[in-house]
């Protein structure tokens, strides 16, 4: 029982390339998250996905798109990478409906130069 | 729509005294509280949640946090720390049916020294 996995761990990436951060739980979870982490700034969340088939946007959607391809898989993508997505981005799940409590992968540094 | 103010950016203590971590939220609705724990290169962990019943909830490491709904405060608290308790903090709250969208406060960092 791994939990929530993310790939990669770190990236870097050019200003404009693009790429997706992968995100996968095996805990049969409803719903999933994806929140960027800025120092200072806690963590803020990009999409949210409350089951399988819906996404929406979260506080920060902006230069991101996301796919929920199954119930366990949530990707998170970056079309045209800017230098202020330089952050760590965390992956979150759970069971969703009146259960909040998410469980957390381990993250993805990315940094665009 | 909710917001959450963490007062102490960075708190530190000695191994085996008291630490507070203070959380003020604001939201005119029901809300429910979580404290989560970074450590240094990991992901967040739930260290404790209210969601309804008793104002003071024990949570995991024997941190303990009490709910005030006058002062809509969450403070945190640990009687006695070790130095494995050097870590960020986080309060968080979501609206009761808000489908679990978390915001943040901006972070403690707790720091324990011997």
């Known amino acids: 029982n791994a939990g929530v996995t993310q790939t990669p761990k770190f990236q870097v990436l050019k200003t404009g390339q693009s790429m997706t951060l992968q995100c996968a739980q095996d805990m049969n979870h409803n719903s999933m998250y994806w929140y960027r982490q800025d120092p200072g700034m806690g963590l803020r969340l990009i999409y949210y996905?409350?089951?399988?088939?819906?996404?929406d946007k979260g506080e920060v959607p902006n230069g991101y798109n996301v796919s929920r391809l199954n119930k366990r898989e949530f990707s998170l993508r970056l079309e045209s990478a800017a230098p202020s997505q330089t952050s760590v981005y965390f992956c979150?799940?759970?069971?969703?409906?009146?259960?909040?409590?998410?469980?957390f992968g381990p993250g993805t540094r990315l940094t665009v130069t | 729509a909710q917001s959450v103010t963490q007062l102490d950016s960075q708190v530190p203590v000695f191994e085996e005294a008291p630490v507070e971590l203070r959380c003020n939220y604001s939201s005119s609705v029901s809300v429910y509280l979580f404290w989560y724990v970074q450590y240094p290169n990991q992901g967040l962990q739930l260290l404790l949640k209210?969601?309804?019943?008793?104002?003071l909830v024990k949570g995991i490491n024997g941190f303990e946090a009490e709910f005030n709904k006058s002062q809509t405060s969450f403070h945190l608290r640990k009687p006695s720390v070790h130095i494995s308790d050097t870590a960020e903090y986080f309060c968080a709250v979501t609206l009761v049916d808000s489908w679990g969208k978390l915001q943040f406060g901006a972070g403690t960092q707790v720091v324990v020294t011997p």
């Open positions: 996905s409350a089951s399988e088939g819906t996404t």
């Open positions: 209210y969601l309804s019943g008793s104002t």
């Open positions: 979150a799940s759970s069971t969703g409906g009146n259960v909040h409590e998410q469980y």
